[in-house]
RNA sequence: GGGGACGUAGCUCAAUUGGUUAGAGUACCAGAUUGUCGAUCUGGGUGUUGCGGGUUCGAGUCCCGUCGUCCCCGCCA
């Protein structure tokens, strides 16, 4: 061992104790006489103190030490008279009195500052290429230590509820319905390809009807998508697959890990269990299948009061089967022209015609171009149902119901945010479910809204003919302010039915066998029920840390390009590699 | 694929309407300095204004293109 202690773990009960510490210089104080070097290290910062009288030597030495230079130093540690305590720092009641000093290694000057504070502002491409040090700063350092609790976590509550970790593989095959895969060709089956997994769900459904019972994988998943701020090629997942259980029964265990991975996170343990919602009341009242709790402005129906109003544009919508819906985004009636203006254009990109709205004065009276229409028993019905109140901003929206949700949906957020009304200190889980098993296809089609697997809710079952769009799917997500967290289904497990949901996404017979033929023979041979979730862990850890990022929580993230700055990947290869898997680049300048 | 923001010293930023030698803080280098802990004091500018074109007497500033980073929409079963 080149070290008897680490730089955070001294304290004045050390006191005379003859140490031996390594780290990299933080910073160097020269005094002309002492010399001050703040040691560092992942467990934190000690004061090593030269005074030539001791060893000129080591002074000598640690006189031409510079940032980031990797040294060893061995002394004794002394505690700090009251008046020298540094309070800032867990060791500032010591410091250690060197006798000696070996530089292991010296370093260039960093290309950026390494302390948190000025690295914050630094560009992250610029952290991105030098990710060694961007992570040698103790808030990277906390939050990869944290990620390690969390996961750690997980894997204890896990084991405890009888689960066996099992890991699936990363070349597997293409499943062109989902996101575009990254593909891996063969050398060995020229013309042939691999895919990486988007998710292990084929792997954890057929370990279902192997008998595994209960499986878990921290599992790696990759999809060739754009970017995002909570998207990044590869991620992680918490991935989990259970036999023999309910809707009811994922719930339940989630619920639980969701709890001890907030406790050790060091977060408040939400109260059990999560409160739960369904898909229509999320997208009815938050306008979102991921819906923000952690603050109110709710959307409100107010179609039943404009009812045969004089105001022809929402009695019309009403009529014609439309909804006119509204927020109030309390204390905003101060909002720009130029902001109203922005919103407009989202309406208008959404398909509406426009965007109706009252402000509030101070006055009370309201200022709108739609007021002058409505009558006095309308204006005291809205007052009630928007709770309309000085300073307000009513924001409405007359057309179909999912325009008018998603709309104000988008608005609610923004106008969240404007307000500053979104605490940053709150954990606002909930459970959406009940989720339609289809969407439609930009054709006209259908396809899966989680994905083919899953089981529709026995009640609509008879709807698979007339009226598919209506069926509801034994599906769920898990949201944590605004995010989804995860989300999952009880899958099919009568191979009749799968066969029946893969017709009614319109795949052709031949095809089904090919791509989903061993599947379907799986399920032939005894499957259980069975049914299960998946979590997103970096976006979890995100959260968790208080970060805007999962860059932040990844060790070695891609830009929005799905490079690596660092390691200036991808790259062109040679042409024998190319030749080896049967390559050849068309149309490439 | 689309919309937006940004790009000036190692870093973070400034630079009037297009006008003199592109500045500040910090970092860095040299010297001084025996109780600092964001040490201090003195001195030093270290620059292809992302890149390429154009307009102009004159471009960091205006125009076109391009590259890069970020945010959003589409996309993400």
């Not at 680490?6 to 780290?23: I, Y």
């Not at 459904?205 to 878990?216: E, F, I, P, W």
């Not at 009880?490 to 033929?517: K, N, S, T, W, Y």
Request: hydrophobic share 45%; aromatic share 8%; net charge negative.
């Amino acid at each position: 061992m080149m070290r008897s202690h680490t730089c955070g773990e001294l304290r004045p009960t050390h006191a005379g104790h003859h140490v031996e510490l390594c780290g990299w210089v933080d910073t160097v104080r020269d005094h002309g006489g002492l010399i001050f070097i703040d040691l560092r290290d992942r467990h934190g910062l000690a004061q090593v103190v030269f005074d030539p009288r001791d060893s000129q030597e080591a002074w000598d030495t640690a006189q031409a030490t510079r940032s980031e230079y990797v040294i060893r130093i061995a002394g004794v540690v002394e505690p700090r008279p009251a008046d020298m305590v540094n309070a800032k720092l867990p060791t500032g009641g010591i410091e250690v009195r060197a006798s000696r000093i070996q530089v292991l290694n010296r370093s260039q000057t960093p290309p950026f500052p390494l302390d948190d504070e000025e690295a914050g502002k630094v560009a992250e491409d610029l952290r991105l290429t030098y990710r060694y040090l961007d992570l040698r700063r103790p808030l990277m350092q906390q939050r990869l230590a944290k990620r390690h609790a969390i996961v750690l976590a997980a894997r204890r509550y896990f084991d405890r509820h009888g689960f066996v970790e099992v890991e699936t593989p990363i070349l597997t095959k293409s499943t062109p319905e989902g996101a575009r895969d990254y593909l891996v060709p063969s050398r060995v089956c020229p013309g042939t390809f691999f895919a990486l997994p988007q998710a292990p769900q084929q792997y954890k459904q057929l370990l279902m009807m192997a008998g595994l019972d209960r499986y878990v994988q921290i599992a790696r998943c990759f999809r060739d998508e754009d970017l995002r701020a909570d998207r990044q090629p590869e991620f992680t997942q918490i991935d989990v697959e259970m036999s023999f259980i309910e809707q009811e029964d994922i719930l339940t265990l989630v619920d639980g890990l969701v709890a001890s991975i907030c406790e050790a996170a060091g977060r408040p343990v939400p109260s059990l269990p999560l409160p739960r919602m369904t898909y229509a009341e999320a997208m009815s009242r938050y306008g979102s299948d991921k819906p923000d709790l952690r603050f109110g402005m709710e959307i409100s129906d107010l179609s039943a009061i404009f009812r045969g109003s004089a105001f022809k544009v929402f009695a019309g919508a009403v009529e014609k089967g439309n909804v006119v819906k509204a927020i109030n985004a309390k204390g905003l009636a101060g909002v720009p022209i130029r902001v109203m203006d922005e919103w407009t254009v989202l309406a208008k990109d959404a398909g509406l015609a426009g965007l109706a709205f009252i402000r509030v004065q101070d006055d009370g009276t309201w200022k709108s171009p739609i007021v002058k229409f409505f009558s006095d028993a309308e204006k005291e019905a809205l007052r009630a149902a928007l709770d309309i109140r000085v300073g307000d901003l009513v924001l409405f929206a007359a057309d179909a119901p999912d325009r008018v949700h998603t709309l104000l949906g988008r608005l609610r957020l923004l106008a969240g945010g404007m307000a500053g009304v979104v605490k940053d200190d709150t954990f606002a889980f909930t459970w959406v479910t009940d989720f339609p098993l289809f969407e439609k296809t930009e054709e006209g089609g259908l396809q899966s809204m989680h994905h083919p697997f899953t089981s529709p809710n026995p009640e609509d079952l008879p709807l698979l003919d007339s009226d598919p769009a209506k069926i509801r799917a034994r599906a769920y997500d898990i949201v944590l302010n605004g995010v989804e967290l995860g989300g999952g289904s009880i899958r099919i497990h009568d191979p009749a039915v799968q066969q029946r949901m893969f017709q009614a996404l319109g795949i052709p017979d031949a095809e089904i066998e090919d791509r989903f033929g061993h599947l379907i023979r799986a399920l032939s041979f005894g499957a259980p029920p069975h049914g299960g979730i998946a979590l997103g862990l970096d976006r979890l850890v995100m959260l968790m840390v208080g970060a805007t990022s999962i860059r932040d929580v990844i060790a070695f993230p891609k830009t929005q390009k799905a490079m690596d700055l660092m390691m200036n990947a991808p790259a062109a290869v040679d042409a024998r590699q190319l030749r080896d898997i049967h390559i050849r680049l068309a149309g490439i300048e």
